[in-house]
């Protein structure tokens, strides 16, 4: 996230290229599998950059939202409040793509311990 913290700049930013920029430097995917040790440390470590993300996608879409309303009360014209509401969109999106990515591991992991503690209630061991 070394990359995302100049607020000012991604706010000044065109949307599309914003889109851009963040699909080059959001590093959020699922992991291959949890049936290993090293499967589970993957998937610990995405949902808790999962988390990151959303707080940040947050707290960037609502500055984005001020923003805009800080200008418009400025006097801006309708091209830059329509620049404006296009980054905070993107924010949101991608707010809502880490959401999904943290709500999809959780499942993983969840799914995983249920499988594990029904196979132990049959007296199977893992």
Known sequence: MDNLTRLDNLLDMDPLLLMEHLR???DLRFPDG???ETGKMEAVQM???AAAYVCYFKEMETLARITKRDRKRQGCGKEEFD???GVE????A???IAEMHYDAITRMLYTKKLMLEETRMLGKTV
């Not at 969109?89 to 949101?92: A, S």
């Open 34 to 36: 949890i049936d290993t």
């Open 89 to 92: 969109e993107v924010m949101e």
């Open 24 to 26: 080059k430097e959001v």
């Open 83 to 85: 620049r404006i509401l």
């Open 94 to 96: 991608y707010k809502r």
């Open 47 to 49: 949902l808790n950059k």
